[in-house]
């Protein structure tokens, strides 16, 4: 069974970093092109904002390039997104799942910027 657990969130002034992780259990996640959403407040939809393609390399959203960089720890089995610069319009949960959604949601994590 699939488990995705993702932490990391909090409340932060604009301008500061944050270290979202994402440990995963029944996949390995250096098999699978894993990738992190943001949900608005508001919003059903799931935004993708970072993620592994299927060459192994990475890709952003536009407004989070340069900021934002996914990685992972094969033996933690841990997606990371480290995200910096970050500012008001960053606000959401974040939630991890494979690049396609292919893996039942986890809780996701509070990211919350404020100016």
Partial sequence: QVQL???GGGLVQAGMSLR??????????SRNPMAWYRQVHG???REMVAAFNLV????YEDSVKGRFTISRDGAKNTVYLQMSGLNPTDTGVYYCNGRYGAF????GTQVTVSS
């Fill in 43 to 45: 919003n059903q939809e």
């Fill in 5 to 7: 657990v993702e932490s």
């Fill in 104 to 107: 039942p949601w986890g809780q």
């Fill in 20 to 29: 979202l992780s994402c440990t995963a259990s029944g996949i390995r996640v």
């Fill in 56 to 59: 192994g390399g990475t890709d």
